[in-house]
């Protein structure tokens, strides 16, 4: 495997001031002894121009975070990593490689979950590349590696999860949005660490079941919450029709025998878990007639 080297290449403004000096030079002596200049000395001034121009192929300019991996006749020499404008071997290959933070948001899957729930899915992943030489050499084309494998990653992570939890304790994709994100980044970067690049944030940006079955799933959602909602209502009810007895015993306000104690229980569990307001009825005899 072949691992990034950073090499330092030569300053390129006294390289770039002493070839123009030098070109100068020697075109000021061809016009100026042009006559007084023999066949030998002609053909020695203009192979040496000739030398001046090809050695100004040597610049390059290195921007702020960013690589030039330098090559020499398919051999890897190193990379250059420190910006302004540097000079190396004319015969080098000089790749440019954005180091820059970049982010990438995957299509719109459609995947099944663990459930096997249709359902979409999309990521945002933030990313950059760490080792220029991994990018440049292990792969074939790194940005395109990252998209591929960052689908791959995704479609694996909503097989293994359901879309929503049913009980509690359970883990699902729209209910541990954050663990499923710190999930998510581990497995891009495990598959994305030979192409040499750090994987600095993963996150889903979208999440909902498919057309086909949405509706379906909306239904089925809001009937959970109808059944939590009835449950801490009647739960509520209990609780006060029990407190309701045992003040009404502790004050001695009202002696009531298991039949009367039965008919209030279900009187106010009506009153208290009825959709609707109740009618009072006023009894103006006894309770026991």
Sequence with gaps: MIREREMTALPGLPIVSLLLVVLFVLVYLVIERGDALSGAQIVTFALLIILDAFLVVGLF???PNEGRV???????????????????????????????VRNF???????????????????????????????????DDYQNFVK??????????????????HEEGE???????????????????????QAGV?????????????????????????????????QRIVEGAVG????????LSERDILELDNERKAAMVSNLLVVLCGERATQ????????YQ
């Design 148 to 165: 591929v494998q960052t689908e791959a990653a995704v479609r694996n992570l909503a097989t293994r999860y359901k879309y929503d939890a």
């Design 198 to 230: 750090q994987v600095m944030e993963a996150r889903i940006s979208h999440l909902a079941y498919a057309p086909e079955i949405a509706q379906a799933m909306l239904q089925r959602q809001q009937a959970g919450a109808i059944i939590a909602a009835r």
């Design 61 to 63: 300019i290195v921007n």
């Design 171 to 193: 883990f699902s994709l729209r209910g541990n949005t954050n663990e499923i994100a710190e999930h998510l980044k581990k497995e891009i970067q495990e598959r994305l660490e």
């Design 280 to 287: 009072p009825v006023i009894n103006t005899g006894s309770i």
């Design 105 to 139: 948001e995957s299509a719109r899957l459609k995947v099944n979950d663990h459930e096997g729930n249709p359902i979409e899915i999309a990521s945002v992943v933030v990313w950059r590349v760490v080792d220029t030489a991994e990018a440049v050499f292990q792969v």
């Design 240 to 247: 006060m029709v029990q407190m309701a007895l045992a003040m």
């Design 70 to 100: 330098l090559q020499f006749f398919g051999d890897y020499v190193g990379t250059v990593k420190r910006p302004g404008l540097r000079w190396a071997n004319p015969f080098y290959t000089k790749k440019r490689i954005s180091l820059r």
